[in-house]
Nanobody
Framework: QVQLVESGGGLVQPGGSLRLSCAAS????????MGWYRQAPGKGRELVARITIRGSTNYADSVKGRFTISRDNAKNTVSLQMNSLKPEDTAVYYCNARDLQYITHWGQGTQVTVSS
């Protein structure tokens, strides 16, 4: 059974930082590209950051220079360090895994709220 379990969400003031983590089980982690997506109220789900099997990364323009995605293949985890958070970063953040056959799995999501 595949499980992607996110943690680390919460309430933070503008300008603050949060670190999201996603623990994966039931997949060959090193064979999966991993990503973070988010969905704000009334909006569609959008890609925030992705890291390939080889460790290459790409980011949404809105988070470049503020967010950093990383993976630890030994621990089967992917993390998202979020700095200089803005109110518009408020959303439910989802962990995503996509294998070489493009089979995709999702986590249940973790809420990030940026507000004073």
């Amino acid at each position: 059974q595949v499980q992607l379990v996110e943690s680390g969400g919460g309430l933070v003031q503008p300008g603050g930082s949060l670190r999201l983590s996603c623990a994966a089980s039931g997949i060959i982690f090193s064979d999966n590209a991993m990503g973070w997506y988010r969905q704000a109220p009334g909006k569609g789900r959008e890609l925030v950051a992705r890291i390939t099997i080889r460790g290459s990364t790409n980011y949404a323009d809105s988070v470049k220079g503020r967010f950093t995605i990383s993976r630890d293949n030994a621990k089967n985890t992917v993390s998202l360090q979020m700095n200089s958070l803005k109110p518009e970063d408020t959303a439910v953040y989802y962990c995503n895994a996509r294998d070489l056959q493009y089979i995709t799995h999702w986590g249940q999501g973790t809420q990030v709220t940026v507000s004073s």
